[in-house]
């Protein structure tokens, strides 16, 4: 009887623990299961940037380091591009963050789909990406791909609630350049990037040996530039602006000029890109405003009485987005006294089609404060005509580089002739920029041209050479 019991409890603690058992092993498989979700996920967010969904930085050394070791011969049979989106940073200002997000993932879209299955599309970060192109065969391909990425970048993009134009700037480093390892090659492809955006951005630059140094003397220039404004090394220049109808001085336009403590007189085509990329030109270009404002009250007080003189001063893309703009020139204006209607901003073409909804905007601002708007360097931007007439500016200067060529060139001759009649039609002047010649003066003025700026008549000035100039009151 106690053995029938014994044997009874025996079958049932078997029992039990064989259930236990099946418990735990099913326990087991669900936290085996949900490891490996886990693990998933950890690698994914290691990997993969969560924005785009692109492979990250990370992911992308590991694979250049891979194509490295795996390429055998010294062939370039791969390259890296890395691009960077040109004044992303406005957008982002003006539009918001979340445009700005939108933005980069319809680029990340854009750029998938012009490659190939074996090429490798990374987000590096901000709005940088990268590119690993494996295989290539020439450099030539390699190119070629470069330039079908900015021809397709630079095509419109359509958002929820904007239209958006941008451009792009890639720096490419070939597998054959000396670089020993991935994080060398990458620094090298943004060493040319680096370049490309120093040399006017919206192109690309093959990294070679030489660039090294000359982007370091770039940086250097940058950490100069941080100390020039409060060292006082800034100072402006101006250059009459000559109507035709009467050959004499209207306007003046203030020019930046930067004495560099060390390297002399450095051109502001060289340290206004500068100062856009790294954000100084905010306070650049209040200082430029307050001085050029000043300067003309002077002017006015002292040479001119009641001669109508007015002052261009330039302004740049970020600033135009920056919300205080309006702010600071409604000050500027209180403090010196200077009329409004004495002030005439410049604004390049390229930037108002960047962001022409934000930038019609601010410019309705300035118009309600009689302040006159210029189209800057108009002819080397996107050309679209179609927003032009919408914006309040009254004048429209077309390019040094088309005057300087119409003398010789008739096709340009026809071009300018062609934007003149354009600025007729939307009722606005134009200024000829960069004459050079009498024989292009001749030609600007048989072609109605309003106004005329250039060597001829006289390079820019420092301020106590123009008080001079306008007190002999010249004619041309
Ligand atoms: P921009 O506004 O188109 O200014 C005209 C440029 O053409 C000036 O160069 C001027 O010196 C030059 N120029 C005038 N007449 C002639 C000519 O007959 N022949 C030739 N070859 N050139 C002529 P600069 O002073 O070197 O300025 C270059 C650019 O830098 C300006 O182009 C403007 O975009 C920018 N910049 C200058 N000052 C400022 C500033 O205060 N703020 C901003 N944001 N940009 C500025
Ligand atoms: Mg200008
Ligand atoms: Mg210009």
């Not at 992911?59 to 049979?77: C, G, K, P, V, Y």
């Not at 220049?237 to 203030?254: C, F, K, M, N």
């Not at 010789?408 to 960069?434: K, P």
């Not at 009498?438 to 001829?456: P, R």
Request: glycine share 4%.
């Amino acid at each position: 009887m106690i053995r029938v019991q014994h044997q009874l409890a025996l079958r049932e603690a078997e029992t039990a623990l064989q259930c236990l058992n099946g418990q735990l092993e099913e326990r087991v498989r669900e936290r085996t299961q949900e490891l490996e979700i886990l693990n998933a996920r950890l690698t994914k967010m290691a990997l993969y940037d969560a924005l785009t969904e692109l492979p990250n930085r990370i992911f992308f050394i590991d694979s250049l380091a891979r194509a490295i070791a795996e390429s055998t011969d010294n062939a370039t049979s791969f390259a890296v591009l890395f691009l960077d989106c040109d004044r992303f940073k406005t957008i982002n200002d003006s539009l918001g963050y979340g445009v700005g997000d939108e933005l980069l993932k319809a680029v990340a879209d854009r750029l998938q789909s012009l490659l190939r299955p074996t090429d490798l599309l990374a987000r590096i970060g901000g709005d940088e990406f990268a590119i690993l192109l494996t295989p290539m065969s020439t450099a030539s391909t390699i190119t070629q791909s470069a330039n079908q990425i900015l021809d397709a970048l630079s095509t419109r993009f359509q958002l929820e609630n904007y239209e958006i134009f941008i451009s792009v700037s890639i720096g490419i480093a070939l597998s054959n350049s000396q670089s020993n390892s991935a994080e060398q090659m990458l620094r090298n492809a943004d060493t040319a990037l680096y370049r490309a955006k120093t040399q006017g951005k919206a192109q690309y630059q093959v990294f070679d040996e030489s660039m090294q140094a000359s982007v370091l003397q770039l940086l250097h220039l940058e950490t100069d530039l941080r100390k020039a404004l409060q060292q006082e090394e800034f100072f402006l220049h101006y250059q009459p602006i000559i109507s035709l109808a009467t050959g004499r001085i209207v306007g003046l336009e203030a020019l930046i000029r930067w004495q560099h403590p060390h390297r002399g007189c450095i051109s502001p085509a060289l340290f206004i890109p500068i100062a856009e990329e790294t954000g100084l030109i905010g306070r650049i270009g209040e200082w430029v405003l307050e001085e050029a404002c000043q300067q003309l009250r002077t002017w006015q007080q002292q040479v001119l009485q009641d001669y109508p003189l007015f002052v261009s001063v330039n302004v740049s893309a970020r600033q135009l987005v920056q919300p205080h703009l309006i702010d600071h020139i409604d000050r500027v204006l209180q403090e010196t006294q200077l009329n409004p209607g004495y002030l005439k901003l410049e604004i390049t073409e390229s930037v108002i089609m960047e962001n022409p909804q934000l930038t019609a905007i601010t410019l309705e601002k300035l118009q309600k404060r009689s302040i006159q708007l210029s189209v800057d360097d108009f002819g080397t931007g996107y050309s679209s005509l179609s927003y032009l007439h919408r914006l309040p500016a009254q004048t429209l200067k077309v390019d040094g580089s088309f005057v300087q060529s119409i003398d010789v060139d008739g096709e340009r001759l026809e071009l300018v002739q062609a934007i003149v009649g354009l600025a007729w039609n939307l009722g606005m002047e134009v200024v000829a920029e960069g004459v050079e010649t009498t024989k292009q003066f001749a030609q600007i003025k048989a072609l109605k041209c309003d106004y005329a700026q250039g060597y001829l008549f006289s390079k820019p000035l420092p301020a106590e050479a123009i008080a001079q100039l306008i007190a002999q009151s010249p004619q041309w």
